[in-house]
Nanobody, 121 residues
Framework: QVELVESGGGLVQAGTSLRLSCATS???????LAWFRQAPGKEREFVAGFGQSGSDTYYANSVKGRFTISRDIPKNTMYLQMNTLEFEDTAVYFC???????????????WGQGTQVTVSS
């Protein structure tokens, strides 16, 4: 049974940092992992993810240079280091796993419950 559990969200001030974690279990090694986020009234959007090789990383333009995705394979955990946070980063952050990957929700069929990140300006 596949399970994705996010943690690490919270309320922070603009300009500060936060690290999200996604503990995975039951996820096949050929699944692609990624982070998405969804702000109130907006569609879920891609934030960062791994390529099919598992080593390449990809970022949304809005977070490039500020966020870093990484993984600890022995711990079955994926991370999202978020630096220089902005008010516009406020959203529920989800980790996702899927056979196809990519930057759209269609490429992922396993989702966590989400963790709230609120950035005060």
């Amino acid at each position: 049974q596949v399970e994705l559990v996010e943690s690490g969200g919270g309320l922070v001030q603009a300009g500060t940092s936060l690290r999200l974690s996604c503990a995975t279990s039951g996820v096949s090694t050929y699944y692609v992992l990624a982070w998405f986020r969804q702000a109130p009234g907006k569609e879920r959007e891609f934030v960062a993810g791994f390529g099919q090789s598992g080593s390449d990383t990809y970022y949304a333009n809005s977070v490039k240079g500020r966020f870093t995705i990484s993984r600890d394979i022995p711990k079955n955990t994926m991370y999202l280091q978020m630096n220089t946070l902005e008010f516009e980063d406020t959203a529920v952050y989800f980790c996702a796993a899927g056979q196809w990957g990519g930057s759209t929700v269609a490429g992922y069929d396993k989702w966590g419950q989400g963790t709230q990140v609120t950035v005060s300006s």
